[in-house]
């Protein structure tokens, strides 16, 4: 009876995160990946929703008046430059860690495109972390019709993309990169996806 018990919660866990080990090449088509979540490691309850994670402590201000620990410098996967100047033209950033070979993560991506098409003082950053190939990840983010930028982690993305074991990871900052809300660990559907960005939007 124990064995059976423990195996539906194996079961049950494997719909909410990916392991962020990057896995051995699979085959394109979307594979059922084997998932789990941060806080969902007792109970088979926690495992059908997306897992919030405590809220990080806000760091000093620079002298700009922008977070110092959020500071980063790179190009997106199309090659354009981007730093965290771009916050300041929006009122929510989302920083969505996700990989390519994640079958939450891939299965989120329409969501969150457009939850980036309907809300416009929305910045979505999509942080590439054990990838196997940019090349397919950028074909996932075509096939997913993903217009958001996407980029491998930098600077302070670098130190973000570790936090968690496990991604999907979603993180989400105000324009002086502060970060806001709690994080997010698992994959959320489209109305979980509004109903938190309504809510840290006020």
């Known amino acids: 009876m124990k064995r059976t018990i423990v195996f539906v919660i194996c079961m049950l866990l494997c719909l909410a995160a990916c392991t962020k080990n990057t896995p051995a090449p699979q085959p394109t088509a979307a594979p059922e990946a084997q998932v789990t979540s941060e806080a969902a490691q007792a109970t088979p309850e926690a495992a059908q929703e997306p897992t919030a994670q405590p ?71 999509g942080l590439l972390v054990g990838t196997m190939s940019v090349d397919t990840a950028k074909q996932t983010l075509a096939d997913s019709g ?29 324009k002086n990169g502060n970060e806001v809300g709690e994080s997010v660990v698992g994959g959320m559907d489209y109305e979980q996806w509004k109903a938190t960005v309504d809510n840290l939007l006020g």
Request: charged fraction near 20%.
């Open 55 to 125: 809220e990080a402590a806000t760091a000093e201000p620079a002298a700009d008046g922008f977070n110092a620990d959020m500071v980063f410098s790179g190009t997106t996967l199309d090659g354009d430059p981007i730093d965290q100047t771009i916050f300041a033209s929006y009122d929510l950033i989302i920083v969505n860690c996700w990989a390519e070979w994640c079958g939450p993560c891939v299965g989120e991506l329409p969501a969150i495109e457009r939850i980036h098409q309907e809300y416009p003082n929305v910045l979505v950053l």
């Open 146 to 174: 993903v217009t958001y930028a996407a980029l491998e982690p930098v600077g302070a993305l670098e130190d973000l993309s570790m936090r968690s074991m496990y991604i999907p990871a979603t993180y989400f900052f105000d």
